[in-house]
Protein backbone atom coordinates (compact mmCIF):
# COMPACT_ATOMS: atom_id res chain seq x y z
CA UNK A 1 0.00 0.00 0.00
CA UNK A 2 3.25 2.26 0.47
CA UNK A 3 3.12 2.44 -3.17
CA UNK A 4 0.08 4.59 -3.20
CA UNK A 5 1.95 6.99 -1.21
CA UNK A 6 4.53 7.05 -3.31
CA UNK A 7 2.56 8.03 -5.78
CA UNK A 8 1.19 11.20 -4.19
CA UNK A 9 4.93 12.24 -3.65
CA UNK A 10 5.73 12.43 -7.22
CA UNK A 11 2.86 14.84 -7.33
CA UNK A 12 2.60 16.69 -4.22
CA UNK A 13 6.27 15.95 -3.24
CA UNK A 14 8.20 14.11 -0.63
CA UNK A 15 7.90 16.60 2.45
CA UNK A 16 3.71 16.50 2.57
CA UNK A 17 4.09 12.71 2.43
CA UNK A 18 7.27 12.50 5.42
CA UNK A 19 4.04 14.83 6.82
CA UNK A 20 1.61 12.28 6.68
CA UNK A 21 3.30 9.40 7.88
CA UNK A 22 5.04 11.49 10.97
CA UNK A 23 1.15 12.08 11.61
CA UNK A 24 -0.23 8.76 10.89
CA UNK A 25 2.63 6.76 13.22
CA UNK A 26 0.30 7.80 16.48
CA UNK A 27 -2.65 6.64 14.94
CA UNK A 28 -1.87 3.46 13.59
CA UNK A 29 -4.82 0.59 14.41
CA UNK A 30 -6.72 3.21 15.29
CA UNK A 31 -10.70 2.22 14.00
CA UNK A 32 -11.79 5.72 11.90
CA UNK A 33 -15.16 5.45 10.32
CA UNK A 34 -16.47 7.99 7.50
CA UNK A 35 -20.19 8.03 6.83
CA UNK A 36 -22.53 10.05 4.76
CA UNK A 37 -25.39 9.19 2.00
CA UNK A 38 -23.89 8.78 -1.19
CA UNK A 39 -21.17 6.44 -2.61
CA UNK A 40 -21.33 8.09 -6.20
CA UNK A 41 -22.00 11.95 -7.17
CA UNK A 42 -21.20 14.69 -5.57
CA UNK A 43 -17.49 16.00 -4.00
CA UNK A 44 -18.28 14.39 -0.57
CA UNK A 45 -17.97 10.55 -2.24
CA UNK A 46 -15.16 11.58 -4.43
CA UNK A 47 -12.90 12.71 -2.10
CA UNK A 48 -13.93 9.51 0.14
CA UNK A 49 -12.95 7.13 -2.71
CA UNK A 50 -9.29 8.63 -2.07
CA UNK A 51 -9.30 9.85 1.46
CA UNK A 52 -10.10 5.93 2.79
CA UNK A 53 -7.84 3.94 1.06
CA UNK A 54 -4.99 6.37 1.46
CA UNK A 55 -5.81 6.59 5.77
CA UNK A 56 -5.32 2.66 5.18
CA UNK A 57 -2.02 2.87 3.70
CA UNK A 58 -1.00 4.92 6.43
CA UNK A 59 -1.74 2.32 8.44
CA UNK A 60 -5.25 3.35 9.82
CA UNK A 61 -7.68 1.08 10.07
CA UNK A 62 -10.06 3.02 7.91
CA UNK A 63 -13.92 2.21 6.26
CA UNK A 64 -16.65 4.30 4.58
CA UNK A 65 -19.90 3.36 5.33
CA UNK A 66 -23.25 4.80 3.60
CA UNK A 67 -26.45 5.70 5.43
CA UNK A 68 -29.46 5.00 2.85
CA UNK A 69 -33.15 5.75 3.31
CA UNK A 70 -36.93 5.90 1.67
CA UNK A 71 -37.57 8.65 -0.86
CA UNK A 72 -38.68 11.14 1.70
CA UNK A 73 -35.95 11.15 3.52
CA UNK A 74 -33.72 12.38 0.79
CA UNK A 75 -36.36 14.91 0.30
CA UNK A 76 -35.67 15.91 3.68
CA UNK A 77 -32.07 16.04 3.49
CA UNK A 78 -32.66 18.00 -0.01
CA UNK A 79 -34.96 20.33 2.32
CA UNK A 80 -31.83 21.40 5.04
CA UNK A 81 -29.07 21.83 2.09
CA UNK A 82 -31.24 24.30 0.50
CA UNK A 83 -32.29 25.93 4.37
CA UNK A 84 -29.19 25.58 4.73
CA UNK A 85 -27.91 27.89 2.22
CA UNK A 86 -29.91 30.15 2.87
CA UNK A 87 -33.65 29.14 0.95
CA UNK A 88 -36.28 30.00 3.81
CA UNK A 89 -38.16 27.10 3.39
CA UNK A 90 -37.61 23.83 5.42
CA UNK A 91 -38.67 20.15 5.53
CA UNK A 92 -42.37 19.10 6.99
CA UNK A 93 -42.95 17.73 9.85
CA UNK A 94 -43.84 14.52 8.23
CA UNK A 95 -40.78 14.27 6.76
CA UNK A 96 -38.22 15.37 9.65
CA UNK A 97 -39.97 12.25 11.01
CA UNK A 98 -38.93 10.19 8.31
CA UNK A 99 -34.96 11.35 8.68
CA UNK A 100 -35.04 10.88 12.40
CA UNK A 101 -37.01 7.13 11.87
CA UNK A 102 -34.09 6.55 9.21
CA UNK A 103 -31.14 7.40 11.08
CA UNK A 104 -32.47 5.53 14.28
CA UNK A 105 -32.77 2.23 11.22
CA UNK A 106 -29.00 3.12 10.06
CA UNK A 107 -27.61 3.09 13.66
CA UNK A 108 -28.96 -0.16 14.36
CA UNK A 109 -27.66 -1.51 10.88
CA UNK A 110 -24.16 0.64 11.28
CA UNK A 111 -23.87 -0.29 15.00
CA UNK A 112 -20.83 -3.09 14.82
CA UNK A 113 -18.73 -0.50 12.75
CA UNK A 114 -19.63 2.63 14.81
CA UNK A 115 -19.96 1.74 18.39
CA UNK A 116 -16.61 0.72 19.15
CA UNK A 117 -14.67 3.11 16.26
CA UNK A 118 -11.74 5.44 17.94
CA UNK A 119 -13.15 8.57 15.38
CA UNK A 120 -16.41 8.80 13.52
CA UNK A 121 -16.70 11.61 10.65
CA UNK A 122 -20.62 12.28 9.84
CA UNK A 123 -20.34 14.19 6.58
CA UNK A 124 -23.17 16.83 6.21
CA UNK A 125 -26.68 16.44 7.65
CA UNK A 126 -27.88 13.25 6.19
CA UNK A 127 -26.22 11.01 8.78
CA UNK A 128 -25.90 13.93 11.57
CA UNK A 129 -28.71 11.85 13.71
CA UNK A 130 -27.32 8.97 13.81
CA UNK A 131 -24.90 10.41 16.90
CA UNK A 132 -27.56 10.24 19.30
CA UNK A 133 -28.12 6.44 19.06
CA UNK A 134 -24.73 5.61 20.55
CA UNK A 135 -24.66 6.67 24.32
CA UNK A 136 -22.20 3.63 24.44
CA UNK A 137 -19.52 5.13 21.69
CA UNK A 138 -16.65 5.00 22.57
CA UNK A 139 -14.31 7.27 20.34
CA UNK A 140 -14.79 10.95 18.98
CA UNK A 141 -17.39 11.71 17.10
CA UNK A 142 -17.08 14.67 14.08
CA UNK A 143 -19.33 16.36 12.29
CA UNK A 144 -17.97 17.73 8.92
CA UNK A 145 -20.02 20.43 6.90
CA UNK A 146 -19.57 20.43 3.04
CA UNK A 147 -22.84 23.29 3.05
CA UNK A 148 -21.85 26.94 2.93
CA UNK A 149 -24.17 27.80 6.16
CA UNK A 150 -22.40 31.07 6.34
CA UNK A 151 -26.50 32.31 6.54
CA UNK A 152 -28.97 29.60 7.17
CA UNK A 153 -32.33 29.71 7.55
CA UNK A 154 -32.84 29.80 11.61
CA UNK A 155 -35.54 27.28 12.09
CA UNK A 156 -33.87 24.26 10.28
CA UNK A 157 -30.35 25.23 12.20
CA UNK A 158 -31.81 25.50 15.36
CA UNK A 159 -33.79 21.58 14.31
CA UNK A 160 -30.17 20.67 13.37
CA UNK A 161 -28.06 21.86 15.66
CA UNK A 162 -29.77 19.60 18.00
CA UNK A 163 -27.88 16.86 16.61
CA UNK A 164 -24.65 18.83 15.72
CA UNK A 165 -23.94 20.18 19.24
CA UNK A 166 -22.95 16.60 20.85
CA UNK A 167 -20.17 16.10 18.75
CA UNK A 168 -16.69 16.42 20.13
CA UNK A 169 -15.82 18.32 17.51
CA UNK A 170 -16.99 19.74 13.68
CA UNK A 171 -15.48 20.79 10.57
CA UNK A 172 -16.10 24.00 8.34
CA UNK A 173 -14.41 24.49 5.15
CA UNK A 174 -14.42 28.06 5.77
CA UNK A 175 -14.69 30.51 9.02
CA UNK A 176 -17.78 32.11 7.57
CA UNK A 177 -19.33 29.20 7.56
CA UNK A 178 -18.40 28.69 11.09
CA UNK A 179 -21.49 28.21 13.69
CA UNK A 180 -21.67 28.71 17.62
CA UNK A 181 -21.54 25.54 18.94
CA UNK A 182 -20.30 23.68 22.12
CA UNK A 183 -17.17 22.06 20.74
CA UNK A 184 -13.88 22.76 18.60
CA UNK A 185 -14.94 24.12 15.31
CA UNK A 186 -11.68 23.14 12.86
CA UNK A 187 -11.58 25.12 9.68
CA UNK A 188 -10.68 22.44 6.74
CA UNK A 189 -10.71 23.41 3.18
CA UNK A 190 -11.45 20.39 0.57
CA UNK A 191 -9.56 18.56 -2.11
CA UNK A 192 -9.19 17.33 -5.05
CA UNK A 193 -7.13 14.06 -5.91
CA UNK A 194 -4.55 14.91 -8.30
CA UNK A 195 -4.26 11.16 -9.64
CA UNK A 196 -7.93 10.43 -9.92
CA UNK A 197 -9.32 9.70 -13.37
CA UNK A 198 -11.11 12.99 -12.96
CA UNK A 199 -8.01 15.00 -12.94
CA UNK A 200 -5.12 12.91 -14.17
CA UNK A 201 -3.32 14.00 -17.05
CA UNK A 202 -4.71 12.59 -20.31
CA UNK A 203 -3.21 11.85 -23.64
CA UNK A 204 -4.06 15.09 -26.14
CA UNK A 205 -5.77 12.57 -28.81
CA UNK A 206 -8.66 11.73 -25.69
CA UNK A 207 -8.89 15.73 -24.89
CA UNK A 208 -9.26 16.44 -28.37
CA UNK A 209 -12.06 13.60 -28.55
CA UNK A 210 -14.84 15.56 -26.91
CA UNK A 211 -15.65 17.64 -30.17
CA UNK A 212 -16.67 15.07 -32.13
CA UNK A 213 -18.54 13.03 -28.96
CA UNK A 214 -20.44 16.22 -28.07
CA UNK A 215 -20.69 17.47 -31.53
CA UNK A 216 -18.85 20.63 -30.68
CA UNK A 217 -17.10 23.27 -32.67
CA UNK A 218 -13.36 23.20 -32.60
CA UNK A 219 -12.53 26.14 -34.32
CA UNK A 220 -14.65 28.22 -31.24
CA UNK A 221 -13.70 28.79 -27.79
CA UNK A 222 -15.16 26.42 -25.59
CA UNK A 223 -16.67 28.06 -21.76
CA UNK A 224 -17.70 24.71 -19.58
CA UNK A 225 -19.94 24.46 -16.35
CA UNK A 226 -19.67 21.64 -14.65
CA UNK A 227 -22.21 20.70 -11.74
CA UNK A 228 -24.93 19.00 -10.86
CA UNK A 229 -28.29 20.52 -11.79
CA UNK A 230 -28.94 22.40 -9.51
CA UNK A 231 -30.17 25.74 -8.63
CA UNK A 232 -27.75 27.07 -6.41
CA UNK A 233 -25.02 26.38 -9.20
CA UNK A 234 -27.18 28.90 -11.77
CA UNK A 235 -26.98 27.00 -14.88
CA UNK A 236 -29.60 29.26 -15.73
CA UNK A 237 -27.19 32.59 -15.06
CA UNK A 238 -24.39 30.85 -17.16
CA UNK A 239 -26.61 30.35 -20.10
CA UNK A 240 -27.24 34.43 -19.83
CA UNK A 241 -23.58 35.01 -19.49
CA UNK A 242 -22.57 33.20 -22.18
CA UNK A 243 -26.00 34.76 -24.63
CA UNK A 244 -24.74 38.30 -23.67
CA UNK A 245 -20.63 37.51 -24.06
CA UNK A 246 -21.85 36.01 -27.47
CA UNK A 247 -22.94 38.86 -28.77
CA UNK A 248 -19.65 40.49 -29.58
CA UNK A 249 -17.53 37.21 -29.18
CA UNK A 250 -18.33 33.89 -30.31
CA UNK A 251 -18.28 31.14 -28.77
CA UNK A 252 -19.84 27.50 -27.66
CA UNK A 253 -21.08 26.51 -24.10
CA UNK A 254 -20.98 23.14 -22.62
CA UNK A 255 -22.95 22.85 -19.13
CA UNK A 256 -21.88 19.07 -18.00
CA UNK A 257 -23.83 17.31 -15.01
CA UNK A 258 -25.48 14.22 -13.69
CA UNK A 259 -27.44 13.77 -10.34
CA UNK A 260 -26.32 12.32 -7.15
CA UNK A 261 -28.29 10.00 -6.09
CA UNK A 262 -28.96 11.60 -2.92
CA UNK A 263 -30.84 14.71 -5.03
CA UNK A 264 -34.33 14.20 -6.51
CA UNK A 265 -34.15 18.06 -7.60
CA UNK A 266 -31.69 17.48 -10.45
CA UNK A 267 -34.30 16.13 -13.09
CA UNK A 268 -36.92 19.23 -12.62
CA UNK A 269 -33.54 21.75 -12.49
CA UNK A 270 -32.14 19.89 -15.68
CA UNK A 271 -35.61 20.31 -17.37
CA UNK A 272 -35.71 24.08 -16.60
CA UNK A 273 -31.98 24.56 -18.38
CA UNK A 274 -32.80 22.03 -20.98
CA UNK A 275 -35.77 24.78 -22.10
CA UNK A 276 -33.63 27.39 -21.28
CA UNK A 277 -31.21 26.39 -24.12
CA UNK A 278 -34.22 25.20 -26.04
CA UNK A 279 -32.06 24.50 -29.84
CA UNK A 280 -29.55 26.78 -29.50
CA UNK A 281 -26.86 25.32 -31.27
CA UNK A 282 -24.12 26.83 -29.18
CA UNK A 283 -25.32 25.28 -26.07
CA UNK A 284 -24.83 21.38 -25.15
CA UNK A 285 -26.80 20.20 -22.32
CA UNK A 286 -24.89 16.81 -21.17
CA UNK A 287 -26.09 14.68 -18.74
CA UNK A 288 -23.41 12.14 -17.84
CA UNK A 289 -23.35 8.94 -15.66
CA UNK A 290 -21.75 9.28 -12.42
CA UNK A 291 -18.39 7.72 -13.51
CA UNK A 292 -17.44 9.74 -16.15
CA UNK A 293 -14.41 11.37 -14.83
CA UNK A 294 -12.48 10.94 -17.79
CA UNK A 295 -15.10 12.54 -19.82
CA UNK A 296 -15.44 15.44 -17.46
CA UNK A 297 -11.27 15.82 -17.61
CA UNK A 298 -10.97 15.88 -21.14
CA UNK A 299 -13.88 18.59 -20.98
CA UNK A 300 -12.27 20.55 -17.80
CA UNK A 301 -8.83 20.54 -20.26
CA UNK A 302 -10.35 21.05 -23.71
CA UNK A 303 -12.06 24.20 -22.41
CA UNK A 304 -10.86 27.82 -22.61
CA UNK A 305 -12.66 29.07 -19.61
CA UNK A 306 -14.39 27.64 -16.70
CA UNK A 307 -16.83 28.51 -15.22
CA UNK A 308 -18.60 28.03 -11.83
CA UNK A 309 -21.05 30.85 -11.18
CA UNK A 310 -22.84 29.18 -8.19
CA UNK A 311 -24.69 31.52 -5.73
CA UNK A 312 -23.88 29.32 -2.67
CA UNK A 313 -21.27 27.04 -2.99
CA UNK A 314 -19.94 25.06 -0.28
CA UNK A 315 -16.67 24.57 -1.95
CA UNK A 316 -16.91 24.01 -5.01
CA UNK A 317 -14.37 21.01 -6.49
CA UNK A 318 -15.12 22.05 -9.65
CA UNK A 319 -13.29 24.78 -9.32
CA UNK A 320 -10.02 23.30 -8.23
CA UNK A 321 -9.87 20.91 -10.63
CA UNK A 322 -10.17 23.16 -13.22
CA UNK A 323 -7.56 25.33 -12.22
CA UNK A 324 -5.40 22.34 -11.91
CA UNK A 325 -5.59 21.95 -15.51
CA UNK A 326 -4.29 25.51 -15.95
CA UNK A 327 -7.65 27.52 -16.55
CA UNK A 328 -8.95 30.13 -14.95
CA UNK A 329 -12.23 30.14 -13.36
CA UNK A 330 -14.74 32.85 -13.65
CA UNK A 331 -16.62 31.92 -10.37
CA UNK A 332 -19.78 33.16 -8.55
CA UNK A 333 -18.53 35.51 -5.52
CA UNK A 334 -19.78 33.72 -2.86
CA UNK A 335 -18.60 30.36 -0.13
CA UNK A 336 -15.65 28.59 -0.69
CA UNK A 337 -14.99 29.84 -4.35
CA UNK A 338 -13.82 33.22 -2.80
CA UNK A 339 -10.89 30.71 -1.33
CA UNK A 340 -9.77 29.19 -5.04
CA UNK A 341 -10.64 32.17 -7.29
CA UNK A 342 -7.84 34.69 -5.64
CA UNK A 343 -9.86 38.00 -8.10
CA UNK A 344 -7.88 38.87 -11.49
CA UNK A 345 -5.23 36.42 -10.05
CA UNK A 346 -6.61 32.56 -10.41
CA UNK A 347 -9.39 34.03 -12.16
CA UNK A 348 -12.41 35.93 -11.53
CA UNK A 349 -15.24 36.63 -8.94
CA UNK A 350 -18.31 37.55 -10.29
CA UNK A 351 -22.08 38.58 -8.70
CA UNK A 352 -24.16 38.39 -11.93
CA UNK A 353 -24.64 37.38 -15.45
CA UNK A 354 -23.20 40.64 -16.61
CA UNK A 355 -20.14 40.28 -15.05
CA UNK A 356 -19.67 36.44 -16.24
CA UNK A 357 -20.19 37.83 -19.60
CA UNK A 358 -17.83 40.85 -19.36
CA UNK A 359 -14.74 38.58 -18.14
CA UNK A 360 -15.57 35.83 -20.32
CA UNK A 361 -14.79 38.58 -23.19
CA UNK A 362 -11.72 40.31 -21.34
CA UNK A 363 -9.96 36.45 -21.29
CA UNK A 364 -11.14 35.34 -24.95
CA UNK A 365 -9.48 38.53 -26.11
CA UNK A 366 -6.36 38.61 -23.85
CA UNK A 367 -5.12 35.42 -24.25
CA UNK A 368 -1.80 36.13 -22.39
CA UNK A 369 -3.76 36.87 -19.65
CA UNK A 370 -5.98 33.66 -19.59
CA UNK A 371 -2.52 31.33 -19.67
CA UNK A 372 -0.71 33.68 -17.28
CA UNK A 373 -4.12 33.44 -14.70
CA UNK A 374 -4.37 29.30 -15.30
CA UNK A 375 -0.73 29.06 -14.72
CA UNK A 376 -0.88 30.21 -11.11
CA UNK A 377 -4.33 28.44 -10.84
CA UNK A 378 -2.63 25.65 -11.34
CA UNK A 379 0.10 26.44 -8.77
CA UNK A 380 -2.04 27.65 -6.43
CA UNK A 381 -4.31 24.14 -6.50
CA UNK A 382 -0.86 22.44 -6.06
CA UNK A 383 -0.30 23.96 -2.73
CA UNK A 384 -3.38 24.05 -1.08
CA UNK A 385 -6.52 21.79 -2.49
CA UNK A 386 -4.72 18.68 -3.07
CA UNK A 387 -5.75 15.67 -1.09
CA UNK A 388 -2.82 15.14 0.74
CA UNK A 389 -2.90 18.42 2.47
CA UNK A 390 -6.50 17.52 3.57
CA UNK A 391 -5.79 14.58 4.78
CA UNK A 392 -2.59 15.79 6.71
CA UNK A 393 -5.29 18.23 8.42
CA UNK A 394 -7.54 15.68 9.47
CA UNK A 395 -4.02 13.55 11.00
CA UNK A 396 -3.51 16.77 12.89
CA UNK A 397 -7.03 17.18 14.14
CA UNK A 398 -7.16 13.65 15.24
CA UNK A 399 -3.92 14.05 16.84
CA UNK A 400 -5.34 17.66 18.71
CA UNK A 401 -8.77 15.67 20.12
CA UNK A 402 -6.61 13.22 21.49
CA UNK A 403 -4.50 15.09 23.13
CA UNK A 404 -6.68 18.34 24.52
CA UNK A 405 -7.49 21.62 23.07
CA UNK A 406 -3.97 22.55 23.61
CA UNK A 407 -2.22 25.47 21.64
CA UNK A 408 1.00 23.11 20.87
CA UNK A 409 0.88 19.33 20.38
CA UNK A 410 3.96 17.60 20.22
CA UNK A 411 3.84 14.11 18.25
CA UNK A 412 7.24 12.06 19.22
CA UNK B 1 20.63 35.35 -5.57
CA UNK B 2 21.60 37.28 -2.00
CA UNK B 3 24.49 39.65 -1.65
CA UNK B 4 25.94 40.05 1.69
CA UNK B 5 29.16 41.72 2.80
CA UNK B 6 31.73 38.92 3.53
CA UNK B 7 31.20 38.06 7.03
CA UNK B 8 33.54 37.18 9.42
CA UNK B 9 34.33 33.88 11.26
CA UNK B 10 35.73 33.06 14.17
CA UNK B 11 36.98 29.87 15.14
CA UNK B 12 34.37 27.38 16.79
CA UNK B 13 34.60 27.77 20.66
CA UNK B 14 34.51 24.39 22.45
CA UNK B 15 31.18 23.28 21.82
CA UNK B 16 30.42 19.89 24.07
CA UNK B 17 27.91 21.49 25.96
CA UNK B 18 25.63 22.17 22.95
CA UNK B 19 22.60 19.62 22.11
CA UNK B 20 22.36 18.96 18.56
CA UNK B 21 19.74 20.85 17.01
CA UNK B 22 16.17 18.69 16.91
CA UNK B 23 14.95 19.68 13.51
CA UNK B 24 11.03 19.73 14.08
CA UNK B 25 8.20 19.92 11.57
CA UNK B 26 4.61 21.23 11.77
CA UNK B 27 1.30 21.12 11.23
CA UNK B 28 -0.86 24.32 12.03
CA UNK B 29 -4.61 23.60 12.29
CA UNK B 30 -6.76 26.44 12.05
CA UNK B 31 -9.97 26.55 14.59
CA UNK B 32 -13.59 28.99 14.43
CA UNK B 33 -13.81 31.08 17.45
CA UNK B 34 -17.17 31.74 16.62
CA UNK B 35 -16.65 35.24 17.46
CA UNK B 36 -16.82 37.41 14.17
CA UNK B 37 -17.45 41.50 13.88
CA UNK B 38 -18.88 43.85 11.52
CA UNK B 39 -17.60 47.08 12.46
CA UNK B 40 -14.79 48.99 13.89
CA UNK B 41 -16.60 49.24 17.70
CA UNK B 42 -17.30 45.19 17.80
CA UNK B 43 -13.67 44.90 16.66
CA UNK B 44 -12.08 46.74 19.65
CA UNK B 45 -15.17 44.75 22.03
CA UNK B 46 -13.74 41.41 20.84
CA UNK B 47 -9.83 42.15 20.51
CA UNK B 48 -10.02 42.88 24.55
CA UNK B 49 -11.23 38.96 25.22
CA UNK B 50 -10.48 36.84 22.46
CA UNK B 51 -8.50 33.65 22.70
CA UNK B 52 -4.40 34.88 22.70
CA UNK B 53 -3.90 31.86 20.21
CA UNK B 54 -6.13 34.03 17.69
CA UNK B 55 -4.39 36.95 18.44
CA UNK B 56 -1.37 34.74 17.08
CA UNK B 57 -2.69 33.34 14.63
CA UNK B 58 -3.66 36.97 12.70
CA UNK B 59 -0.62 38.01 12.65
CA UNK B 60 1.81 34.38 11.89
CA UNK B 61 -0.66 31.68 11.28
CA UNK B 62 -1.99 33.55 8.07
CA UNK B 63 1.63 32.45 6.31
CA UNK B 64 0.18 28.50 6.19
CA UNK B 65 -2.97 29.65 5.10
CA UNK B 66 -3.63 29.84 1.28
CA UNK B 67 -3.12 33.00 -0.56
CA UNK B 68 -1.60 34.26 -3.45
CA UNK B 69 -0.86 37.49 -3.86
CA UNK B 70 2.14 39.45 -1.87
CA UNK B 71 0.14 40.89 1.27
CA UNK B 72 -0.38 44.83 0.85
CA UNK B 73 -0.70 44.19 4.87
CA UNK B 74 0.82 42.10 6.91
CA UNK B 75 -1.57 40.82 9.15
CA UNK B 76 -5.37 40.19 9.23
CA UNK B 77 -6.24 43.05 11.10
CA UNK B 78 -5.03 45.79 8.75
CA UNK B 79 -6.12 43.86 5.72
CA UNK B 80 -9.51 43.85 7.13
CA UNK B 81 -9.59 47.41 7.76
CA UNK B 82 -8.31 48.16 4.34
CA UNK B 83 -10.71 45.44 2.50
CA UNK B 84 -13.76 45.28 4.45
CA UNK B 85 -13.86 48.85 5.99
CA UNK B 86 -11.91 50.72 3.70
CA UNK B 87 -9.96 52.67 6.68
CA UNK B 88 -6.48 52.99 4.89
CA UNK B 89 -4.82 54.98 7.62
CA UNK B 90 -6.25 52.20 10.18
CA UNK B 91 -4.67 49.97 7.97
CA UNK B 92 -1.07 51.68 8.07
CA UNK B 93 -1.19 51.81 12.13
CA UNK B 94 -2.16 48.22 12.19
CA UNK B 95 0.31 47.03 9.79
CA UNK B 96 3.50 48.29 11.58
CA UNK B 97 2.52 46.90 14.70
CA UNK B 98 5.77 44.31 15.56
CA UNK B 99 4.79 41.36 17.26
CA UNK B 100 8.28 40.67 17.74
CA UNK B 101 8.93 43.70 19.57
CA UNK B 102 6.68 42.23 22.52
CA UNK B 103 7.57 39.78 25.17
CA UNK B 104 3.82 39.11 25.51
CA UNK B 105 0.59 38.50 23.13
CA UNK B 106 -1.62 40.71 25.77
CA UNK B 107 1.59 43.72 25.26
CA UNK B 108 0.40 43.06 21.81
CA UNK B 109 -3.34 42.75 22.53
CA UNK B 110 -3.10 46.14 23.93
CA UNK B 111 -1.56 47.76 21.00
CA UNK B 112 -4.20 46.83 19.04
CA UNK B 113 -6.72 48.09 20.82
CA UNK B 114 -5.63 51.47 21.79
CA UNK B 115 -4.87 52.01 17.75
CA UNK B 116 -8.61 50.73 16.87
CA UNK B 117 -9.73 53.46 20.34
CA UNK B 118 -7.36 56.18 18.53
CA UNK B 119 -9.08 55.70 15.31
CA UNK B 120 -12.68 55.23 16.87
CA UNK B 121 -11.96 58.57 18.53
CA UNK B 122 -11.05 60.26 15.14
CA UNK B 123 -14.13 58.94 13.40
CA UNK B 124 -17.80 60.75 13.59
CA UNK B 125 -18.87 57.37 12.00
CA UNK B 126 -18.28 54.05 13.01
CA UNK B 127 -16.72 52.17 10.26
CA UNK B 128 -19.24 49.04 9.05
CA UNK B 129 -18.15 46.55 6.72
CA UNK B 130 -20.82 44.55 4.27
CA UNK B 131 -22.38 40.97 5.85
CA UNK B 132 -20.01 39.12 3.90
CA UNK B 133 -17.19 40.91 4.99
CA UNK B 134 -17.21 40.34 8.59
CA UNK B 135 -14.35 39.54 10.40
CA UNK B 136 -13.64 36.17 11.48
CA UNK B 137 -11.58 35.40 14.55
CA UNK B 138 -9.56 32.43 14.07
CA UNK B 139 -7.19 30.76 16.27
CA UNK B 140 -4.49 28.47 15.74
CA UNK B 141 -3.44 24.67 17.29
CA UNK B 142 -0.09 23.80 15.99
CA UNK B 143 0.82 20.13 15.91
CA UNK B 144 4.59 19.59 16.15
CA UNK B 145 6.23 16.38 14.40
CA UNK B 146 9.97 15.29 15.00
CA UNK B 147 11.61 14.87 11.55
CA UNK B 148 14.54 12.52 13.64
CA UNK B 149 17.12 14.97 11.83
CA UNK B 150 19.96 16.27 14.54
CA UNK B 151 21.98 18.52 13.48
CA UNK B 152 25.02 18.23 14.62
CA UNK B 153 27.39 21.53 14.04
CA UNK B 154 26.21 24.79 12.97
CA UNK B 155 27.88 24.53 9.32
CA UNK B 156 25.69 21.43 8.61
CA UNK B 157 22.75 24.27 8.45
CA UNK B 158 24.05 25.27 4.86
CA UNK B 159 23.02 22.19 3.34
CA UNK B 160 20.00 21.80 5.67
CA UNK B 161 17.80 24.68 5.38
CA UNK B 162 17.47 25.42 1.57
CA UNK B 163 15.65 21.93 2.25
CA UNK B 164 13.11 22.64 5.52
CA UNK B 165 9.43 22.37 4.24
CA UNK B 166 7.51 25.80 4.74
CA UNK B 167 6.17 24.17 7.95
CA UNK B 168 9.34 23.81 9.20
CA UNK B 169 10.43 27.23 8.20
CA UNK B 170 7.41 28.45 10.14
CA UNK B 171 8.32 26.34 13.15
CA UNK B 172 12.11 27.28 13.77
CA UNK B 173 12.03 30.58 12.23
CA UNK B 174 8.29 32.13 13.55
CA UNK B 175 6.83 30.13 15.95
CA UNK B 176 9.64 30.05 17.87
CA UNK B 177 9.43 33.68 18.80
CA UNK B 178 7.05 32.74 21.20
CA UNK B 179 8.95 29.42 22.92
CA UNK B 180 12.46 31.33 23.16
CA UNK B 181 14.10 33.59 25.71
CA UNK B 182 14.58 36.94 24.07
CA UNK B 183 11.77 36.02 21.51
CA UNK B 184 14.11 34.69 18.58
CA UNK B 185 14.38 32.40 15.94
CA UNK B 186 15.68 28.77 16.99
CA UNK B 187 18.32 28.96 14.93
CA UNK B 188 19.72 31.90 16.72
CA UNK B 189 18.96 30.48 19.83
CA UNK B 190 20.46 27.54 19.30
CA UNK B 191 23.83 29.04 17.83
CA UNK B 192 23.78 31.24 21.35
CA UNK B 193 25.11 27.79 22.77
CA UNK B 194 28.57 28.33 20.82
CA UNK B 195 28.83 31.75 23.27
CA UNK B 196 29.81 34.77 20.55
CA UNK B 197 31.30 32.54 17.55
CA UNK B 198 28.72 32.76 15.87
CA UNK B 199 27.65 36.71 16.60
CA UNK B 200 27.59 38.10 13.50
CA UNK B 201 25.34 35.42 11.73
CA UNK B 202 22.89 35.62 14.83
CA UNK B 203 22.92 39.07 13.99
CA UNK B 204 22.26 38.35 10.10
CA UNK B 205 19.56 36.38 11.37
CA UNK B 206 17.52 38.64 13.37
CA UNK B 207 18.33 41.25 11.22
CA UNK B 208 15.84 39.23 8.58
CA UNK B 209 12.28 41.34 8.10
CA UNK B 210 9.61 37.92 8.76
CA UNK B 211 6.73 40.24 7.77
CA UNK B 212 6.35 40.96 4.03
CA UNK B 213 8.21 37.53 2.85
CA UNK B 214 6.25 34.37 2.30
CA UNK B 215 7.81 31.01 3.51
CA UNK B 216 9.25 30.20 0.40
CA UNK B 217 11.39 33.40 0.56
CA UNK B 218 12.67 33.36 4.27
CA UNK B 219 13.88 29.49 3.20
CA UNK B 220 15.65 31.36 0.58
CA UNK B 221 17.08 34.12 2.38
CA UNK B 222 18.11 31.70 5.27
CA UNK B 223 19.54 29.76 2.98
CA UNK B 224 21.70 32.11 1.43
CA UNK B 225 22.98 33.71 4.87
CA UNK B 226 23.76 30.44 5.63
CA UNK B 227 25.82 29.52 2.59
CA UNK B 228 27.32 32.57 3.05
CA UNK B 229 28.89 32.19 6.31
CA UNK B 230 29.87 28.20 6.06
CA UNK B 231 30.60 27.99 2.04
CA UNK B 232 31.30 31.82 1.26
CA UNK B 233 28.38 32.48 -1.12
CA UNK B 234 28.75 28.74 -3.05
CA UNK B 235 25.92 26.70 -3.96
CA UNK B 236 25.81 23.44 -3.04
Known amino acids: ?412 | MLRHAPMEKKEPQASEQVEPFALRDCSLMSLATGVRVQNLRELREKLLVVDRSAIYHHFWGRLLQPHFVEPEYNNDFASWAWRALHEKALAERLSMVNPARMTDIEDLRQELVEIVEARLDESELVPWARTDQAFHFIRSQVVVLDTGIRVERPEELAEIVPHLSRESIFYHFIDARRRTPGQVDDFSAWLSGYGDTYEELRSRLSSIDPYFATLEDLRAILSGIFREFFQGGKEG
Open chain 1, 1 to 412: MSDLLDSYALVAGETEVSHLRQLARRLEGLKVVHVNSTRVGGGVAEILQKMVPLMKALGIEASWEVVTGPPDFYRCTKGFHNALQGMSTGPSEALLQVYEETNAEEAEKLRPFLEDADFVFIHDPQPAALLQHFPQRKGKWIWRCHIDVSRPYRPVWKYLRRFVSSYDASIFSLPDFAQPLPHPQFLVPPSIDPLSEKNMELPEEEVQSVYSRFDLDPHLPLVLQVSRYDRFKDPLGVIAACRLARELTPLQLVLAGGGATDDPEGEAVLQEVRDAAADDPGIRVLVLPSDAHRTINALQRAADIVMQKSTREGFGLTVSEAMWKGKPVIGGDTGGIKLQVVDHFTGFLVRTPEGAALRIRYLLHRRDKLEAMGRRAREFVGRNFLITRHLREYLSLMLGLLTGDQDRIMVA
